[in-house]
């Protein structure tokens, strides 16, 4: 009887008081920029920034990296992501998932451009003919799907290699396994500060708005409103500022990095391609 009762007893002490409820943790929501840089770059620049907005915004991020800016995109695109940096959602196709832009990075528009080294002998598309062209992958919108279009429209037949990122593509070109690259004008101007390398452009294109952070619907729109609002107020906060400063000097950005609010109107420029493009870059 005796030991009966102790069993009892420690099975009601196990039990939790009546009217309690064990508190849910706070959510974890990942985040994932397209990768611009090789990895170790990317994960540099992104961490000290996601740290900070998930401190001050009360909202924890975690920073979500693929390989290749391709694989990052896959997560946006299978719903394990629940904020981007990324232009890669303006398709028509995409544009059904219900994303939000909140904000963009404050900087100058970008251009697709073809580049060579600057000491190549091509100065022509044309002369780009049967060979090899360097793009960061089949989801960068700017380097690969405008430039690409624009090889297609002047029927100059290339082969397409796909490096992983912008920075492994431009060592393809200067190691001289590409004859050319497809890139993004701002990543351009990174890589030679960052490398003292000189590029020939060929080709450029008319201005598209730089990246947006963007929201997925599942996100409660508070918890979207204190993630934005640390975004836009890094600039203006001294330990934010600081962080800023180190992520522009680590790239070489040609002006000091901070963010600002967009919207969708922003990125017009973005669906008026993708109206005219070729079907298999949609």
Not at 34 to 50: D, E, G, K, M, R
Not at 71 to 96: I, Q
Not at 140 to 154: G, Q, T
């Amino acid at each position: 009887m005796v030991t009966i009762f102790r069993v009892l007893a420690t099975c009601m002490l196990a039990l939790p008081m009546a009217g309690s409820v064990a508190a849910a943790p706070p959510p974890v929501y990942n985040f994932s920029p397209v990768n611009q840089y090789n990895l170790q770059v990317s994960a540099s620049f992104w961490n000290p920034i996601v740290r900070y907005v998930s401190e001050k915004s009360g909202v924890t991020l975690n920073l979500k990296l693929g390989r290749t800016s391709a694989d990052t995109t896959s997560f946006v695109l299978a719903r394990e992501v629940d904020f981007a940096f990324t232009n890669h959602l303006f398709s028509p196709e995409r544009s059904k998932m219900g994303w939000t832009v909140f904000g963009r990075r404050n900087a100058a528009p970008v251009r697709a451009q073809i580049v060579v080294p600057a000491d190549s002998k091509v100065t022509r598309l044309a002369q780009l003919g049967n060979s090899i062209v360097a793009f960061p992958g089949p989801e960068a919108l700017i380097a690969y799907k405008v430039a690409y279009a624009e090889l297609m429209r002047e029927k100059v037949p290339v082969t397409v290699a796909f490096a992983g990122n912008m920075d492994a593509a431009f060592t393809q070109l200067f190691s001289g396994r590409a004859k050319a690259a497809g890139a993004n004008s701002q990543l351009v101007q990174n890589y030679s500060g960052r490398e003292n390398k000189d590029f020939r452009v060929l080709w450029s294109s008319p201005p598209f708005n730089d990246l947006a952070l963007m929201a997925s619907p599942r996100v409660p729109k508070e918890q979207v409103s204190a993630v934005a609002k640390a975004f836009l107020e890094m600039q203006r906060d001294p330990e934010g500022r600081r962080i800023l400063e180190a992520a522009s000097e680590l790239v070489h950005a040609p002006e000091p990095l901070s963010f600002v609010a967009a919207s969708e109107a922003d990125y017009a420029a973005y669906r008026r391609f993708y109206a005219d493009a070729p079907a298999e870059l949609r």
